[in-house]
């Protein structure tokens, strides 16, 4: 009796907090908070530790959760894949976040884009990561109701068929080699450019374009199938909800970007490029964190659309055809 009484607070916890109404006030309560925050356009020692707290600790309860859970047995296996992508995509993010407010709060950190607008793109980090969270909380529900209430019917792998050149060059670009390829040259090519502790506009213009390349092209594969999955409600919702934290994280990308290049044609601040070491170190250690976040979040992809091509049906209705 006490166990059901458990549970039954943990659910109630749990649609509680991956409700819609309860997701959105948490943004809007973010954004008061940096309009606040910004309002001297200066943001104090404390002021960066509360926002980074807020930040550790959903980062991190999500990604127990989520690890958590995909340790659970399951009659839908596919789904355990989804809560280790989704796992794996939150850790390089939290790691990232766990860097770049360790080095604020130890003053390692002098400038990102220029001094003066600094607090600008302090604003757009915060609120992005936080919106990410939350599309995250909010695809959390549906997971988990792809977890309980279907299960897998055909466990056959089906036969291969050839595949169009279209499907072939996807397949390339998506396997998990190609994927480690880009990883190792995203860190050999940043390592390139930093050597000289200068990174020219050139440079900037190259790694922006890959960073782009790689997010709005899984933010549109991730649409196009939410498309297809539609029939599937939970999934849909589930594509939805990690398609809206790819777009928070291209945005953060597209912000930071244009603000070094706004900075750097206008003539403000250091035109030649030039950083103090641990501002360059920063800067490699962001770029190499989103390529990776990209190429997890690619694989997490691929789990999405096993789980649109998997037939499934209702567990009790799975039941009834096994009597």
């Not at 291209?250 to 490029?273: E, H, Q």
């Amino acid at each position: 009796m006490i166990g059901y009484v458990k549970m039954d607070k943990r659910e109630s916890i749990f649609k509680l907090v991956t409700d819609e109404r309860i997701l959105i006030l948490i943004v809007g309560i973010a954004i008061l908070w940096r309009c606040v925050l910004s309002s001297d356009e200066t943001i104090s020692f404390w002021e960066c530790v509360c926002s980074g707290i807020t930040l550790f600790i959903m980062g991190w309860l999500l990604f127990a959760y989520m690890y958590s859970t995909s340790r659970k047995q399951t009659d839908w296996p596919v789904t355990t894949k989804i809560y280790q992508g989704i796992a794996a995509s939150l850790l390089v993010l939290n790691i990232y976040v766990v860097i770049y407010y360790g080095m604020r709060w130890f003053r390692l950190l002098h400038e990102e884009v220029y001094i003066p607008l600094d607090f600008v793109f302090c604003d757009i980090r915060y609120l992005m990561f936080l919106l990410c969270y939350c599309s995250v909380l909010w695809t959390a529900r549906y997971l988990k109701a792809m977890r309980d209430k279907y299960r897998l019917l055909i466990k056959e792998e089906p036969k291969s068929h050839a595949m169009s050149m279209k499907e072939s060059v996807l397949w390339v670009t998506m396997h998990e080699r190609t994927l480690t390829v880009i990883v190792i040259a995203a860190i050999l090519w940043r390592v390139a450019i930093s050597l000289d502790h200068t990174i020219t506009f050139r440079e900037s213009a190259i790694s922006c374009v890959i960073l782009l390349l790689l997010g709005w092209f899984l933010f549109g594969y991730v649409c196009a199938l939410s498309v297809k999955a539609r029939r599937k409600i939970e999934l849909t919702r589930v594509i939805q909800g990690i398609a809206a934290g790819l777009m928070a994280i291209n945005i953060y990308a597209i912000f930071y970007y244009g603000m070094s290049w706004y900075v750097l044609i206008l003539g403000m601040g250091d035109v030649s490029g030039t950083y103090v070491p641990f501002d360059l170190l920063f800067r490699d250690i962001r770029y190499i964190m989103l390529v990776i976040f990209y190429c997890t979040a690619i694989v997490l992809s691929k789990f999405l659309d096993k789980a649109y091509t998997d037939y499934t049906v209702p567990i009790n209705k799975s039941a009834n055809l096994n009597d």
